[in-house]
């Protein structure tokens, strides 16, 4: 069972980038999925969380509107689009899987994805 996160890079303030992570092993359909980051210096925290079999979704304050996490269950895999990046975003991004979504939400999944670096600078 394997979460591959892809997509992070470098860009400056205000510009967007898609993060995607794909499911394999198993199907996650029963499995809510989402996404948390570690900063530098700092602990893990969450950012976006969606439902089992898509449909709900919840934010951290930190990027609620302009962030937005979705799922494709055709491809198992769930994605971040982040718009209006800010410096303060820059973290290694983590895609994440539990059958319960709060598990997701204090960053204890069943599951982790290998990180993807986002950089944003001012």
């Known amino acids: 069972v394997q979460l591959q996160a892809s997509g992070g890079g470098l860009v400056q303030a205000g510009d967007s980038l898609r993060l995607s992570c794909a499911g394999s092993?198993?199907?996650?359909?029963?499995?809510?999925m989402g996404w948390s980051r570690q900063a530098p210096g700092k602990e893990r925290e969450f950012v976006a969380v969606?439902?089992?079999?898509?449909?709900?979704?919840y934010y951290a304050d930190s990027v609620k509107g302009r962030f937005t996490i979705s799922r494709d269950l055709a491809k198992n895999t769930v994605y971040l689009q982040m718009d209006s990046l800010k410096p303060e975003d820059t973290a290694v991004y983590y895609c994440a899987a539990d059958p319960v979504l709060h598990q997701i939400v204090v960053v204890t999944p069943e599951v982790w994805g290998q990180g993807t670096l986002v950089t944003v600078s001012s």
């Open positions: 969606i439902k089992r079999r898509g449909g709900s979704t």
């Open positions: 092993g198993r199907t996650f359909d029963n499995y809510a």
